[in-house]
């Protein structure tokens, strides 16, 4: 089915450790972005792509790395996991940037990350 | 830079009762709104957005919001709720245009819960 996918679903982390989480969307979307969701807290932006090879920081980057080389993928890597990492990530996509007006965004099912 | 604020962060409604969940944004410029649903356990979905035009949208399942300028607000209402509509309720705003422009900053959400 066309859509944003994530993996994994549901990952478990030591301190210190690295990873990525995958997202991938099929619906030839130009904006890509990753969201973080905390209770209480919402949804913040850590990163976002208006198209392949451009990347950006959102309100809280710190601590993430992305990389868009494809229209398809736009993976977040955790350089060096800590505990205020523990969230739940959404990866969310538009068909372009200003078409968020029109379309808002496709979310991911989400990553809930847990480090240790 | 946008911000958006739900007043509501616990909502408890029994069945056919009406809803009205409060969101007000501050920004200077022209904006799209969107209220977004999460139901347990699953990714939020675009319930209605605003861009322009008549400042009352209707989305899916019987919701509606109404955009009033002069109060930078966009609640979002339902005449007769249904145990169905147990969910988190996040109300975002983005800017047209400018550096902000298509990253969507979402409220703190809502959390709704109808009791059967």
């Known amino acids: 089915n066309a859509g944003v996918t994530q993996t994994p679903k549901f990952q478990v982390l030591k301190t210190g450790q690295s990873m990525t989480l995958q997202c991938a969307q099929d619906m030839n979307h130009e904006y890509m972005s990753w969201y973080r969701q905390d209770p209480g807290m919402g949804l913040r932006l850590i990163h976002y792509?208006?198209?392949?090879?451009?990347?950006d920081q959102g309100e809280v980057p710190n601590g993430y790395n992305v990389s868009r080389s494809t229209t398809e993928d736009f993976p977040l890597r955790l350089l060096s996991a800590a505990p205020s990492q523990t969230s739940v990530y959404f990866c969310a996509s538009s068909p372009r940037w200003e078409g968020v007006a029109n379309y808002g965004y496709t979310f991911g099912s989400g990553t809930r990350l847990t480090v240790v | 830079a946008q911000s958006v604020s739900q007043h509501n962060h616990h909502v408890i409604l029994s069945e056919a009762a009406s809803l009205e969940l409060g969101c007000n944004y501050s920004?200077?410029?022209?904006?799209?709104l969107f209220w977004y649903v999460q139901y347990p356990g699953q990714h939020l979905q675009l319930l209605l957005k605003?861009?322009?035009?008549?400042?009352l949208v209707k989305g899916i399942k019987g919701f509606e919001a109404e955009f009033i300028k002069s109060k930078f607000s966009f609640n979002l209402r339902k005449p007769s709720v249904q145990w169905s509509d147990t969910a988190e309720y996040f109300c975002a705003v983005n800017a047209r245009s400018g550096a902000n422009a298509g990253k969507s900053t979402f409220g703190d959400g809502t959390t709704l819960t109808v009791k059967p």
């Open positions: 792509s208006v198209g392949a090879g451009i990347t």
């Open positions: 920004y200077g410029g022209t904006v799209n």
């Open positions: 605003y861009f322009s035009g008549d400042p």
